[in-house]
């Protein structure tokens, strides 16, 4: 089975904070995802990556950075947290010629 | 741009009733169609897909058609039970570029809150 593993469940933090939000998977997907779920608002497209080192902006990147230096390996950054990024993220992995998606548990970030 | 409007929710009812939630969406291209499934707690699991006018994709009980002439995905279930009990999302996946290639990102609709009672 794909396995795409975030490494908080739970997160707190202060306004003013750097954040960093992993994201691990296991099945050598090329394709990798990080989207933001609010309710009544669904789940958002933030950033996505193709390749290492490539990253490509979503539908709201605005107050979030990216990185990807390992296949593997998927890294959301808020460089300087906001209350109103609060939210649920969710990464998600998938095969370059796939049309589906997996997902990771999702991250609850509360910003204070 | 493309988007996906489903139901307003939430949604309740008793088990064993019968289940439709709507989908409609707007998309250039011939986009794929997913629902997906959020239990309590956790991430979200792919429910069923249709990569093409026609399709039906079907899983656990649960069933939808890829109709292009309306620009629907319907989700529906004959029969639902309490563990059914979760958010629904409906999403359309961005369709292979002419290599090919598909960067899978999807557009997803708001959610729809199921909670079936005994």
Redesign the interface.
Known sequence: DVKVTQSSRYLVKRTGEKVFLECVQDMDHENMFWYRQDPGLGLRLIYFSYDVKMKEKGDIPEGYSVSREKKERFSLILESASTNQTSMYLCASSLYRAVEAFFGQGTRLTVV | GDS?T?MEGPVTLSEEAFLTINCTYTATGYP?L?W?VQYPG?????LL?A?KADDKGSNKGFEATYRKETTSFHLEKGSVQVSDSAVY?C?L?DP?NAG????????????TILTVHP
């Open positions: 996906v489903q794929s997913f997906y956790e991430g979200l699991q792919l897909k990569t999302f999403a996946g292979p090919g290639t598909s960067y899978g990102k999807l557009t997803f609709g708001q959610g």
